[in-house]
């Protein structure tokens, strides 16, 4: 039986919150270890192999279990590609013919996971996370033999098909790299893969600073809440992938020291993709300020004009209260005797105009209407 052995990293410090809706898959309490049930929503399972060397290479489409371990034997490298967990005997049979252990199939099921790396006596597992559609994610599991790489994905489709176009052109570094090298080819696949989903966020992120100037921003808070969750969850799921690259590159590691210096360029791939997240989030935290200080700013618009119509007509008021009191003149001489004045209306009202104008003109040198 093989002997698992745990590879651990420094810890790594909690990323920005955020929420996911995605549906967390494991296996029920209680069941006994390397119990393997398929998700409710599992895609059908296709497998799929390439085998290669200096002498060129073979696709098979579907091969059986005893298909893939043959060519492992005929070829330096060979790479089989299960998509979809769907179907568990199947995918029970390709770890009996290679020797998976499974707890590392159980892992590769329960979804979803911290990435991470696990080495074990005959192979190397490694969970990582790999970008899907617009604002998703998908686990993949991926397992280093000698020769050999095993790649279990929870649905078909990846961010793979450049380098099944390198296999196929028979690059010389894939042709003699052995499986080492394809390991670190897939990695780097995988993180690259996230960069245009960083880029495709920034360009929100303009987006709506852009539209924060252009119409009162009702809606934009909640917009601006969902990009910071959204890079939260990226980066929960990105920052892992330290310790795997770390792991790898330890001297004992089933990778080998000749492809030390291409993980080296993946991990400095990955501070490249963690610094574009932070700096992501810093400015969507930015952009959040930025709403409530042109909020407060419209707001403090509207109480300055709205005070500067109530000013205008306080004074207004008093002069139509204070002739509105009715006195009766005939009693007496100083009950206000404008009351019975010729042009009496046309002088208040004369009086009310003189005033807002000259309240106006006292307004705009003092500056409030800029």
């Known amino acids: 039986m093989s002997k698992r052995r745990s590879s651990r990293g420094a ?3 909690p990323g920005p919150t955020g929420r996911t809706t995605r549906r967390v898959h494991r296996t029920k309490a209680g069941a006994a270890p390397g119990t ?5 929503e599992a895609s059908a399972t296709k497998a799929y192999a390439m085998a290669w060397g200096p002498d ?5 489409d579907d091969p059986s279990p005893e298909v893939a371990r043959t060519l492992t034997t005929e070829h330096p490298v ?3 590609d299960l998509q979809g967990l769907a179907d568990v005997p199947r995918i029970e049979e390709f770890g009996h013919a290679f020797g998976l252990h499974a707890l590392a199939l159980e892992d590769a099921f329960n979804s979803p996971q911290r990435a991470k790396l696990e080495e074990f006596d005959e192979f190397c597992f490694v969970i990582a996370r790999q970008p899907h559609g617009d ?3 998908e686990q993949i599991a991926l397992f280093l033999g000698s020769n050999w790489v095993i790649t279990l994905q929870e649905r078909v489709g990846d961010c ?4 099944r176009e390198r296999i196929r052109a028979g690059r010389p570094r894939l042709s003699t790299g052995g499986a080492g090298y394809l390991l670190y080819a897939m990695l780097d696949s995988i993180i690259d893969g996230w960069f245009p989903r960083v880029e495709a966020v920034r360009d929100r992120l303009d987006a709506l600073e852009a539209e924060l100037f252009e119409d009162d921003g009702r809606d934009i808070a909640p917009r601006i809440h969902a990009i910071k969750q959204e890079i939260g969850a990226a980066r929960r799921e990105i920052w892992p992938m330290r310790d795997v690259i770390s792991g790898l590159l330890r001297e004992d590691s089933e990778i080998g020291e000749e492809n030390h210096p291409y993980l080296r360029d993946c991990s400095d791939h990955l501070k490249v993709l963690l610094d574009g ?3 992501a989030y810093d400015a969507a935290g930015g952009l959040f300020d930025l709403h409530l200080s042109l909020t407060s700013h419209r707001m403090n618009e509207v109480m300055r004009v709205l005070t500067i119509i109530a000013t205008l007509f306080i004074p207004l008021s008093f002069v139509a209260g204070l002739y509105g009191m009715n006195f009766d003149t005939t009693v007496s001489r100083w009950n206000m005797p404008e009351l019975g004045f010729k042009y009496g209306y046309p002088a208040a009202l004369t009086i009310m105009a003189v005033m807002a104008g000259g309240m106006l003109t006292w307004f705009r040198r003092k500056g ?3």
């Not at 393997?36 to 409710?40: C, E, F, R, S, V």
């Not at 060129?56 to 098979?60: A, D, T």
């Open 11 to 13: 810890r790594s410090r």
């Open 36 to 40: 393997l049930i398929a998700p409710p």
């Open 56 to 60: 060129g290479g073979v696709e098979r």
């Open 78 to 80: 060979t790479w089989i």
């Open 135 to 137: 604002h998703g994610s």
């Open 160 to 163: 793979f098909e450049p380098l």
């Open 277 to 279: 997240l932070d700096a």
């Open 368 to 370: 409030w209407f800029r």
